[in-house]
């Protein structure tokens, strides 16, 4: 029985059989003893064929309320921003889709000189002197600017903002432990963070972690909290949204040791929570601590300027137990999407973006107010593109109200934070129009209380 | 050929974003705002897809020929999968939507951890972490806590791994907080038994074994192994780079294993796009499921086939990444997974026979470290060619490239000096693979007749062998601009007049 995925003929199996030396496939598996050989076929359904496949998937696509389906204003962390048919095209190039890790310079220039090319738009963006290829996503980036703080700093204690993404808190405090670090959560104060505050937290900390803008949308005093932690002679790690750094000062340029972020605002899909890409930007002097693949600018043979992987001997293929991370597959296809979006944009794009999401938020607000009677959370603070909302009851009893008249009005955050049960967090993106905000009034007017 | 932001002109742009300047305008205080733009590059959208269809060019992916990178599992990538990915329903779904607005994506997901359950016979599975070693360290975290709630956390500080190891195995071991302790291997090429039976005592937390193993062997005494360490109340830990080999044959679980972690973009088609993403959900057995990250998917209404998300689970590790992990790779390797169902048997079938068939193809001319049949994959030596041309294993692979092939993995595992790692996979062809074997035996030829011409290879790519020293020893890791060092001298001098009467 052939198989679209499988080229070998009787023909072949035979004639290759008998180069080997041996009668029969199931010999070649001599060496598994009998005991641990499954003795039963597979239970799994049967093969479909491409086409029946289609259709499988397509059902199981139809069971979601995407936002081609629902108009939608979730966000908290993944944003339904615009990705420009550019990206696609590039992405599907079988050369790059189809290629693995450049070990091997000569076969990879493509790829080496896209990361190189990513690798300095991200430092742009930051404002830091060195980048790396990427993480996972923009929760472990964090993580791994934490093990960088700790053997740059030989402390152990990492000071994070409440006002962080959970999601981001959350998987630093799973990699603490492993790490030897402890996790010191410093509260918000009415939207944002207390310098002072954090300064008298930040004494002997490894790390101080702070969200711009922060997980409610408002912006932090940046500059202030990066001061904080340099007086504590602590790393000042900003984790940031790239799409907001046409319009918001680079963390390289108030002082910020590290940048770290959520590639997927920037060329990448919703794609229910990834693949993304995880960036991660530094000072020059950290470049040794650094975490993942780097790609270098040198000459060939004929002096020829090329690009290969470099400073290898941080990594795990070669320290092994001594290496500054364990990570070899990164996020290099997401990582070029995000490269392309970005050359799309251009600093004028990236900045538009940012005054659009600005304006288009601050229209919501108003008419959330004015409309639907509802109250800022934080109305003393300035925002980006998110912002909190009392909609008085439940807020995911407003958000199921909401969806069955076809809006998703944003993030129950109560469920991350204590006191907010009646809080909505509502991301606004470049894709929404004044129209549809005028629905989501028209639609919380109804529902919320 | 030019970096994009040499192709950059002031003014140029491939963008137009949605203005609305009859809104309000938002303000940022001052010292928020930003100073001066980042220079990201200027080019009309044409100039940007013919700088990175360049760019394609000068790269090598299995759409481009035949790639057998070892321990990589470079096998081809149904396109069927790409379309598949990019549904609204999927590209567009948020990671926060409501349940009952997710269906299909917690269905999908479900569906996945059954199939990966029956495939490596256990019990539980985690799809959260984003590639093979996250999967390690989530697996070493699990250990972690299983240990603590047994009370034997302070006691069991060591992990075993042998010399054949993947890199991220010790590097995950220190990151989890470990120390490594390591075992040799015996003269067939299976795990030495003796050595590892003065490695595992009470301090022992885990053993970290890839079988078949990355020389390509089945380890012969895995039963004995499980029994050294279950016996002295540790655990097994599977690392699934190589699970192509025994789909539907072997199953870690019924190997001994407790914990495995299976990286979806080898054995389950996952594109490897240029070094990711990848998948590397954990299987583990039943007295490790209450330690997996959150939130995991369980069945709500079996008649109305409904599912959702459990986030209150108080043994959990916590959470390794954000949501329930890289999703558009699982709807990939789904796909896949549904293409072949049971006959993911004959997957591992042709993979093992392809690697046998080359490998009988080459051992006369290379050395072979360990002479037993192969699994999905094969180690050889390029030591005969050193010792008696001066040739390497670095020379062969890169005159490989000439011949039109990916080189195989080289220098690794590193027990074997000059080190050539095959896995042809299941994909290939057998016209493939004996072009392939002609090119290699060629080179062996060449090595004798013209040292020289593998040792300045590559001589057909787009540039010659490249410096890594001095990429290293000067780093140059982003475009400076104006102050960009000119490295081949290519840039043209800057005219003293414009030119005149053209």
Same mark, same amino acid.
Request: hydrophobic letters at 40%.
């Given at each position: #029985?052939?198989?679209?995925?499988?080229?070998?003929?009787?023909?072949?199996? &035979?004639? #290759?059989?008998?180069?080997?030396?041996?009668?029969?496939?199931?010999? *070649?598996?001599?060496?598994?003893?009998?005991?641990?050989?499954?003795?039963?076929?597979?239970?799994?359904?049967?093969?479909?064929?491409?086409?029946?496949?289609?259709?499988?998937?397509?059902?199981?696509?139809?069971?979601?309320? &995407?936002?081609?389906?629902? *108009?939608?204003?979730?966000?908290?962390?993944?944003?339904?921003?615009?990705?420009?048919?550019?990206?696609?095209?590039?992405?599907?190039?079988?050369?790059?889709?189809?290629?693995?890790?450049?070990?091997?310079?000569?076969?990879?220039?493509?790829?080496?000189?896209?990361?190189?090319?990513?690798?300095?738009?991200?430092?742009?963006?930051?404002?830091?002197?060195?980048?790396?290829?990427?993480?996972?996503?923009?929760?472990?980036?964090?993580?791994?600017?934490?093990?960088?703080?700790?053997?740059?700093?030989?402390?152990?204690?990492?000071?994070? +903002?409440?006002? +962080?993404?959970?999601?981001?808190?959350?998987?630093?405090?799973?990699?603490?432990?492993?790490?030897?670090?402890?996790?010191?959560?410093?509260?918000?104060?009415?939207?944002? +963070? &207390?310098?002072?505050?954090?300064?008298?937290?930040?004494?002997?900390?490894?790390?101080?972690?702070?969200?711009?803008?922060?997980?409610?949308?408002?912006?932090?005093?940046?500059?202030?909290?990066?001061?904080?932690?340099? &007086?504590?002679?602590?790393?000042?790690?900003?984790?940031?949204?790239?799409?907001?750094?046409?319009?918001?000062?680079?963390?390289?340029?108030?002082?910020?040791?590290?940048?770290?972020?959520?590639?997927?605002?920037?060329?990448?899909?919703?794609?229910?929570?990834?693949?993304?890409?995880?960036?991660?930007?530094?000072?020059?002097?950290?470049?040794?601590? #650094?975490?993942?693949?780097?790609?270098?600018?040198?000459?060939?043979?004929?002096?020829?300027?090329?690009?290969?992987?470099?400073?290898?001997?941080?990594?795990?293929?070669?320290?092994?137990?001594?290496?500054?991370?364990?990570?070899?597959?990164?996020?290099?296809?997401?990582?070029?999407?995000?490269?392309?979006?970005?050359?799309?944009?251009?600093?004028?794009?990236?900045?538009?973006?940012?005054? +659009?999401?600005?304006?288009?938020?601050?229209?919501?607000?108003?008419?959330?107010?004015?409309?639907?009677?509802?109250?800022?959370?934080?109305? =003393?603070?300035?925002?980006?593109?998110?912002?909190?909302?009392?909609?008085?009851?439940?807020?995911?009893?407003?958000?199921?109200?909401?969806?069955?008249?076809?809006?998703?009005?944003?993030?129950?955050?109560?469920?991350?934070? =204590?006191? #907010?049960?009646?809080?909505?967090?509502?991301?606004?993106?470049?894709?929404?129009?004044?129209?549809?905000?005028?629905?989501?009034?028209?639609?919380?007017?109804?529902?919320?209380? | 050929?030019?970096?994009?932001?040499?192709?950059?002109?002031?003014?140029?742009?491939?963008?137009?974003?949605? %203005?609305?300047?009859?809104?309000?305008?938002?303000?940022?205080?001052?010292?928020?705002?930003?100073?001066?733009?980042?220079?990201?590059?200027?080019?009309?959208?044409?100039?940007?897809?013919? !700088?990175?269809?360049?760019?394609?060019? %000068?790269?090598?992916?299995?759409?481009?020929?035949?790639?057998?990178?070892?321990?990589?599992?470079?096998?081809?990538?149904?396109?069927?999968?790409?379309?598949?990915?990019?549904?609204?329903?999927?590209?567009?779904?948020?990671?926060?939507?409501?349940?009952?607005?997710?269906?299909?994506?917690?269905?999908?997901?479900? /569906?996945?951890?059954?199939?990966?359950?029956?495939?490596?016979?256990?019990?539980?599975?985690?799809?959260?972490?984003?590639?093979?070693?996250?999967?390690?360290?989530?697996?070493?975290?699990?250990?972690?806590?299983?240990?603590?709630?047994?009370?034997?956390?302070?006691?069991?500080?060591?992990?075993?791994?042998?010399?054949?190891?993947?890199?991220?195995?010790?590097?995950?071991?220190?990151?989890?907080?470990?120390?490594?302790?390591?075992?040799?291997?015996?003269?067939?090429?299976?795990?030495?038994?003796?050595?590892?039976?003065?490695?595992?005592?009470?301090?022992?937390?885990?053993?970290?074994?890839?079988?078949?193993?990355?020389?390509?062997?089945?380890?012969?005494?895995?039963?004995?192994?499980?029994?050294?360490?279950?016996?002295?109340?540790?655990?097994?830990?599977?690392?699934?780079?190589?699970?192509?080999?025994?789909?539907?044959?072997?199953?870690?679980?019924?190997?001994?294993?407790?914990?495995?972690?299976?990286?979806?973009?080898?054995?389950?088609?996952?594109?490897?796009?240029?070094?990711?993403?990848?998948?590397?959900?954990?299987?583990?057995?039943?007295?490790?499921?209450?330690?997996?990250?959150?939130?995991?998917?369980?069945?709500?209404?079996?008649?109305?086939?409904?599912?959702?998300?459990?986030?209150?689970?108080?043994?959990?590790?916590?959470?390794?990444?954000?949501?329930?992990?890289?999703?558009?790779?699982?709807?990939?390797?789904?796909?896949?997974?549904?293409?072949?169902?049971?006959?993911?048997?004959?997957?591992?079938?042709?993979?093992?026979? $392809?690697?046998?068939?080359?490998?009988?193809?080459?051992?006369?001319?290379?050395?072979?470290?360990?002479?037993?049949?192969?699994?999905?994959?094969?180690?050889?030596?390029?030591?005969?060619?050193?010792?008696?041309?001066?040739? $390497?294993?670095?020379?062969?692979?890169?005159?490989?490239?000439?011949?039109?092939?990916?080189?195989?993995?080289?220098?690794?595992?590193?027990?074997?000096?000059?080190?050539?790692?095959?896995?042809?996979?299941?994909?290939?062809?057998?016209?493939?693979?004996?072009?392939?074997?002609?090119?290699?035996?060629?080179?062996? /030829?060449?090595?004798?007749?013209?040292?020289?011409?593998?040792?300045?290879?590559?001589?057909?790519?787009?540039?010659? /062998?490249?410096?890594?020293?001095?990429?290293?020893?000067?780093?140059?890791?982003?475009?400076?601009?104006?102050? !960009?060092?000119?490295?081949?001298?290519?840039?043209?001098?800057?005219?003293?007049?414009?030119?005149?009467?053209?």
């Amino acid at each position: #029985m052939t198989h679209p995925y499988l080229p070998l003929t009787e023909a072949d199996r &035979d004639e #290759m059989l008998a180069a080997v030396g041996v009668d029969s496939v199931d010999a *070649l598996f001599a060496d598994i003893p009998a005991g641990v050989r499954l003795d039963r076929e597979l239970a799994l359904e049967p093969a479909l064929t491409e086409q029946e496949l289609a259709a499988h998937l397509g059902r199981l696509a139809a069971r979601n309320a &995407d936002t081609t389906k629902e *108009l939608s204003f979730l966000g908290a962390g993944i944003y339904d921003h615009y990705v420009p048919a550019v990206v696609d095209a590039v992405l599907q190039r079988g050369e790059f889709l189809t290629a693995y890790t450049p070990y091997q310079p000569e076969m990879s220039q493509g790829v080496l000189q896209a990361i190189f090319e990513y690798q300095t738009a991200i430092c742009e963006l930051t404002g830091m002197d060195v980048s790396n290829a990427s993480g996972y996503d923009g929760t472990t980036v964090a993580a791994d600017a934490c093990f960088i703080a700790k053997h740059a700093t030989g402390r152990s204690r990492i000071v994070v +903002t409440e006002a +962080t993404n959970p999601q981001i808190r959350h998987v630093v405090k799973t990699y603490a432990p492993g790490f030897g670090l402890e996790v010191v959560e410093v509260p918000h104060r009415g939207g944002t +963070t &207390d310098p002072d505050e954090l300064r008298r937290a930040s004494v002997d900390a490894a790390a101080v972690f702070f969200q711009q803008p922060n997980v409610f949308g408002c912006l932090e005093p940046a500059p202030d909290l990066v001061a904080a932690a340099n &007086d504590a002679e602590a790393l000042a790690v900003a984790h940031v949204d790239p799409l907001s750094l046409g319009v918001l000062e680079a963390p390289g340029r108030y002082g910020a040791a590290i940048a770290v972020g959520e590639g997927q605002a920037a060329g990448n899909f919703p794609s229910y929570g990834g693949p993304h890409y995880g960036f991660l930007a530094a000072r020059q002097n950290y470049i040794r601590r #650094m975490p993942g693949r780097i790609v270098g600018e040198t000459v060939d043979a004929a002096g020829k300027r090329g690009y290969v992987l470099t400073l290898q001997t941080r990594e795990q293929h070669i320290r092994r137990e001594k290496a500054t991370s364990n990570i070899t597959t990164n996020q290099t296809l997401l990582a070029l999407g995000g490269l392309v979006y970005l050359t799309w944009l251009g600093p004028q794009g990236l900045r538009e973006v940012g005054e +659009t999401c600005l304006s288009l938020a601050a229209y919501a607000q108003q008419r959330l107010r004015e409309r639907a009677k509802l109250e800022l959370v934080f109305p =003393e603070r300035t925002t980006f593109k998110e912002f909190a909302v009392r909609v008085g009851r439940n807020a995911r009893e407003v958000v199921a109200a909401a969806r069955a008249l076809g809006v998703h009005p944003g993030y129950a955050i109560g469920r991350d934070y =204590e006191g #907010m049960d009646d809080v909505l967090l509502v991301a606004v993106t470049e894709k929404r129009t004044p129209e549809e905000i005028d629905r989501l009034a028209d639609v919380l007017a109804e529902v919320a209380a | 050929m030019k970096l994009i932001y040499e192709r950059s002109q002031p003014g140029r742009r491939a963008s137009a974003i949605p %203005r609305h300047d009859d809104l309000p305008k938002a303000e940022v205080p001052d010292d928020l705002r930003r100073a001066e733009p980042p220079r990201l590059p200027e080019v009309t959208e044409l100039e940007l897809v013919r !700088h990175f269809t360049e760019l394609s060019t %000068r790269n090598f992916g299995i759409d481009n020929g035949f790639y057998p990178l070892g321990s990589c599992t470079m096998k081809y990538n149904p396109r069927i999968n790409e379309r598949l990915v990019g549904l609204p329903g999927f590209a567009n779904l948020h990671p926060l939507q409501e349940e009952d607005g997710a269906q299909g994506a917690l269905e999908l997901e479900w /569906r996945l951890q059954e199939i990966l359950r029956e495939v490596t016979g256990l019990h539980a599975v985690s799809l959260q972490p984003a590639a093979g070693s996250q999967g390690e360290l989530t697996g070493l975290m699990l250990v972690r806590a299983y240990f603590v709630d047994r009370g034997e956390a302070e006691q069991r500080r060591k992990v075993v791994i042998p010399d054949t190891a993947h890199g991220t195995n010790p590097a995950s071991v220190t990151m989890a907080g470990y120390e490594v302790v390591g075992v040799k291997t015996d003269p067939r090429g299976n795990v030495d038994v003796d050595d590892l039976r003065t490695k595992v005592d009470e301090t022992t937390a885990a053993l970290m074994l890839t079988n078949p193993s990355t020389l390509g062997l089945f380890d012969e005494n895995i039963e004995e192994i499980a029994e050294i360490f279950h016996g002295a109340g540790a655990l097994m830990y599977y690392d699934g780079a190589n699970l192509n080999a025994v789909c539907g044959i072997s199953r870690p679980g019924d190997m001994g294993f407790d914990i495995v972690h299976i990286n979806l973009h080898k054995t389950f088609s996952q594109p490897h796009g240029g070094g990711g993403p990848g998948g590397g959900p954990i299987a583990v057995r039943d007295m490790l499921e209450p330690f997996l990250p959150v939130p995991t998917v369980v069945v709500r209404d079996p008649e109305a086939n409904t599912y959702g998300l459990d986030f209150d689970r108080p043994k959990s590790i916590g959470k390794v990444r954000g949501y329930t992990g890289p999703f558009g790779v699982f709807v990939r390797s789904y796909a896949f997974m549904r293409m072949y169902g049971p006959r993911l048997r004959e997957m591992s079938e042709a993979a093992v026979l $392809n690697a046998n068939y080359v490998l009988a193809r080459l051992k006369d001319a290379y050395e072979l470290p360990f002479d037993r049949l192969c699994m999905h994959e094969f180690v050889l030596s390029a030591r005969n060619l050193k010792r008696e041309y001066g040739v $390497n294993a670095l020379d062969v692979a890169k005159r490989l490239m000439d011949y039109g092939y990916h080189p195989p993995t080289i220098y690794f595992p590193l027990i074997v000096p000059e080190a050539l790692m095959v896995e042809p996979t299941e994909t290939e062809a057998k016209e493939t693979l004996d072009a392939f074997c002609d090119a290699m035996l060629a080179i062996a /030829r060449e090595a004798s007749e013209d040292p020289e011409l593998l040792k300045t290879a590559p001589h057909e790519r787009p540039v010659r /062998r490249l410096d890594e020293v001095r990429a290293a020893k000067q780093p140059v890791v982003k475009y400076a601009f104006d102050e !960009h060092p000119d490295l081949d001298g290519s840039r043209p001098p800057v005219a003293a007049e414009a030119p005149k009467g053209v």
